[in-house]
């Protein structure tokens, strides 16, 4: 199994930028895909950005051109670099990663887009 850790959240103006990360611990070397997805309230969990073992990456539309995954196996960790946040961002941000069929979350952290 996974463990994962979020941090990076809190809040931003329009227009600023957050840097979450993601830290992994655990059978990480079965993972497959990792992710971010983000759920705001009253709204069902969303796919922001994944990327699998060899480095393919997906984004949703609502932040192509804004959002960048990446991540940093020295440490075991996967970033998510958000710039030209809009309010509409505004969300809990979840990490998860995928071993087969077995599907692992993170607690998330909350991202506030505000002024």
């Known amino acids: 199994q996974v463990q994962l850790v979020e941090s990076g959240g809190g809040l931003v103006q329009p227009g600023g930028s957050l840097r979450l990360s993601c830290a992994a611990s655990?059978?990480?070397?079965?993972?497959?895909?990792m992710g971010w997805y983000r759920q705001a309230p009253g709204r069902e969990r969303e796919l922001v950005a994944t990327l699998t073992r060899g480095g393919f990456i997906n984004y949703a539309d609502s932040v192509k051109g804004r959002f960048t995954i990446s991540r940093d196996d020295r440490f075991n960790t996967l970033y998510l670099q958000m710039n030209s946040l809009k309010p509409e961002d505004t969300s809990l941000y979840y990490c998860?990663?995928?071993?087969?069929?077995?599907?692992?979350w993170g607690k998330g952290t909350l991202v506030t887009v505000s002024s």
């Open positions: 655990g059978s990480i070397f079965s993972i497959s895909i």
């Open positions: 998860n990663a995928r071993q087969g069929a077995v599907t692992n």
